[in-house]
């Protein structure tokens, strides 16, 4: 038969409570705390158990945030003597350098709190390199090329107003002063042509195009990036600008007449032995 040490330990590992365990068995709690110590090996109530791994699936669940903020990096949070919500903390700053709203974000607490005390938190010198590192990662992993730059100057120089919205006329019930749809004699509902703007939904819009949106007495506004500077880049990029080609021809052509004229003034005169005044007018012409 079991011992009893034994036998609590099962009811121990089931939930039962120290002073349950001693009531049952006739001892002292102090007596169960013994057989605990003594007897019972790796003993851990459930209730803990289910503590560290929710401590555990909490850790990878910031793991994945900080992640995720760091634009698709496979870096995780390294073992540092910051806390979980500390390296949050850092891993906000980095999204959108904004110390109140990070804080916010990271411990939850009112607007007036995460002001004072992000202020704070900015000045830990653990707080400031982990910063740092994370600086250093997300430098590495940005890649930036001008294939990049322009394809972005190329959407915003031929979009349009249909990239964010659709208008046009549609037929609706023509209705009374006194909100009551109108009919013919022939009991045929009256129909109106009313104009119609729709906004699309931002899932479907290309939001490097849009800059801003107001919502006024007129109405909802949607300002598009400027397509006149995004095309005056693509005409200088590309060379189409008539004024910037003589810009190019001209700076050019200055930087050969100053090495020539450097060339000439180490020798004293060409090979010809003519002056030097008749080449610099010969190489302007």
């Not at 001008?146 to 990239?163: E, G, Q, S």
């Not at 880049?233 to 700076?251: E, I, R, S």
């Not at 060339?263 to 032995?273: L, P, R, S, Y």
């Amino acid at each position: 038969m079991a011992k009893k040490y034994e036998r609590a330990e099962t009811d121990y590992l089931s939930g039962m409570k120290y002073k349950d365990i001693a009531t049952k068995y006739g001892v002292t709690i102090d007596a169960v705390k013994a057989w605990r110590k003594r007897h019972w090996s790796g003993a851990e109530k459930p209730a803990q158990k289910e503590r560290v791994q929710k401590k555990q699936v909490q850790k990878k669940s910031t793991q994945a945030i900080g992640t995720k903020i760091l634009a698709g990096t496979k870096v995780t949070l390294d073992e540092t003597e910051l806390t979980e919500k500390e390296q949050l903390f850092c891993l906000y700053w980095i999204n959108n350098r904004n110390a109140t709203q990070a804080y916010l974000k990271a411990f939850g607490s009112s607007y007036v709190v995460a002001h004072s005390r992000s202020s704070l938190l900015m000045t830990k010198n653990s707080i400031r390199t982990e910063i740092n590192r994370l600086r250093e990662i997300r430098a590495k992993t940005i890649l930036l090329g001008p294939d990049d730059v322009l394809d972005k100057m190329m959407r915003i120089a031929f979009a349009d107003m249909t990239d964010v919205s659709s208008w046009g006329t549609k037929e609706v019930p023509a209705v009374s002063v006194l909100g009551v749809e109108m009919y013919d004699l022939l009991d045929e509902p009256i129909m109106l042509k009313e104009n119609f703007v729709h906004f699309k939904d931002s899932s479907m819009i290309d939001g490097a195009l849009v800059t801003q949106i107001s919502n006024g007495p007129s109405g909802i506004k949607v300002k598009l990036a400027d397509q006149q500077k995004a095309l005056e880049w693509l005409a200088d990029y590309f060379g189409m600008n008539p004024a910037h080609k003589q810009k190019v021809w001209f700076d050019k052509k200055k930087i050969e007449l100053d090495e020539r004229r450097v060339q000439v003034a180490e020798k004293g005169t060409n090979d010809d032995d003519k002056p030097i005044e008749i080449l610099i007018k010969r190489k302007e012409r």
